[in-house]
């Protein structure tokens, strides 16, 4: 076999057999076959797509390259979600001490933030003592006595993966769907869960700008999860206007507190309450009329709240904190952005919102980035709202003043304003599923 046929097989628009896959991929995996060569292969792809037989083939090639974490003991119970990405997206704070609360079983691997998008493992290292990582055996064994564990990805799951996104950061077919879709799901599948929930983001601060793209995707991830033994369903949600009113480390953590603690943030809440029920319904059988209901219940009584400083605990953190915020480290200086001019806000930029959290320190532009967990913004303001000159739109936090001119002038740039009221997009778009 040579990678110079299958290059041709698939420049051609022909389909490849499994075992042609499983060749090239353990070949690349072990730095015999060159990054020129897969180059040319996944451009290849970029044009022709693959088949759902390839893509399957593809993902589980990319799961076997590496280590897997078997939660086959949990049989039915295990449950993972995984979002696609956006701004004050703190969910996973929220959701998985709600269904780990119910008797799910959440033993998950998260990701650090990237560019304007934050990262779930960065949030809980506000948490003094947090453990990011622990051995597989300590993560088992937490999660077998509470239900629930979060850590950094493993370095050895889906190697395959890492040396292939790294390949199409350089080679412009980062945005090919098929290598999207093998990508996100290739993680998920390695990670054990028997369920998986994809809550697939929609708007300015998603990489899916269009309803149409994004539903594109969850279709593939959907299809392709369910081919590869999984349960798998999407979430389409808005990520047009950020999520909540919190964006930055521990800016998002206080108010996933405040959502715990039965604070009524409505979108942030509303969203929660989705996706926990998708994942109760999958890794329970229950109706997701059932599932809403349990969810909002555990929510109001306190449940989740006590299974998320459980779980804080068990990994080393310091549960107390959650009771009082006020020990979280403060950022040195803040300051509060002011509106120009009168009208409604017609349009957040998402994107460009997160970009000004990264400029205050609360992000990171390359991997090992260093970043400043105190640092982000509130916002007084967000999309319907009519705003008056002097009014407060968002207040900043930073430990670096010389910061804060160019986040302010970003933030206004990412704001428009209007007379005319405006219709909010939808929250939730709706649900995919292997029957639809």
């Known amino acids: 076999m040579r990678m110079y046929d299958l290059i041709k097989k698939k420049r051609d628009g022909q389909p490849l057999e499994i075992s042609e896959i499983n060749w090239m991929i353990e070949g690349y995996t072990n730095g015999d076959i060159p990054d020129y060569q897969m180059s040319a292969f996944a451009m290849a792809v970029y044009y ?16 076997h390259s590496g280590d897997q974490v078997d939660l086959s003991r949990f049989a039915h119970l295990s449950v993972d979600k995984h979002s696609t990405g956006g ?27 990237l560019g304007h998008t934050g990262g779930t493992v960065d949030k809980l290292e506000s948490f003094c ?15 077998e006595k509470i239900g629930i564990a979060l850590i950094g990805q493993s370095g050895n799951l889906t190697p ?13 077919t980062i945005d090919s769907l098929p290598l999207i879709a093998s990508s996100i799901m290739s993680k998920k599948i390695a990670a054990g869960a028997k369920s998986i929930v994809l809550d697939v983001k929609v708007g300015s601060g998603s990489f899916n700008k269009t309803y149409d793209d994004a539903k594109s995707l969850a279709e593939k991830m959907v299809s392709l999860g369910n081919r590869c033994g999984r349960n798998v369903s999407a979430v389409m949600t808005d990520m047009d206007t950020p999520l909540g009113f919190a964006v930055g480390n521990i800016p998002e953590v206080k108010e996933a507190l405040h959502v715990l603690k039965g604070e009524d943030i409505p979108d942030l809440k509303e969203v929660c309450l989705v996706l926990a029920g998708e994942m109760l ?4 059988g229950w109706s997701r009329e059932e599932s809403r209901h349990q969810a909002e219940k555990a929510l109001s009584a306190g449940k989740a709240y006590d299974k998320f400083k459980e779980w804080i605990q068990a990994q080393g953190g310091d549960p107390s904190w959650a009771d009082h915020t006020e020990r979280f480290p403060k950022p040195l200086f803040t300051h509060t952005v002011m509106a120009p001019q009168e009208g409604y806000i017609v349009h957040m930029n998402s994107e460009k919102i997160g970009r000004c959290a990264v400029l205050l320190g609360a992000g990171r532009e390359k991997k090992d980035d260093a970043i400043d967990l105190t640092a982000g913004m509130v916002l007084q303001a967000k999309t319907g709202d009519y705003v008056k000159p002097g009014d407060p739109l968002a207040t900043f936090y930073t430990n670096d003043s010389t910061r804060i001119p160019g986040a302010e002038e970003l933030y206004l740039a990412a704001l428009t304003v209007q007379n005319e009221k405006p219709q909010r ?12």
Not at 281 to 284: D, F, G, I
Not at 425 to 436: D, F, H, M, N, R
């Open 48 to 63: 022709h797509g693959m088949t759902d037989e390839e893509l399957a083939a593809l993902t589980m090639a990319m799961v």
């Open 87 to 113: 701004v004050g997206d703190k969910t996973s704070l929220i959701v998985t001490p709600l269904v780990a609360s119910l008797g799910g079983i959440v033993a998950k691997m998260s990701g650090r933030g």
């Open 129 to 143: 003592g947090y453990q990011t990582t622990l051995s597989p055996e300590a993560f088992i064994s937490q999660v």
């Open 160 to 172: 395959a993966d890492k040396k292939l996104y790294a390949l199409r950061d350089v080679t412009a």
């Open 281 to 284: 319904s999958l890794c329970h």
């Open 425 to 436: 997009p939808p929250l939730v778009y709706g649900i995919i599923t292997k029957q639809e």
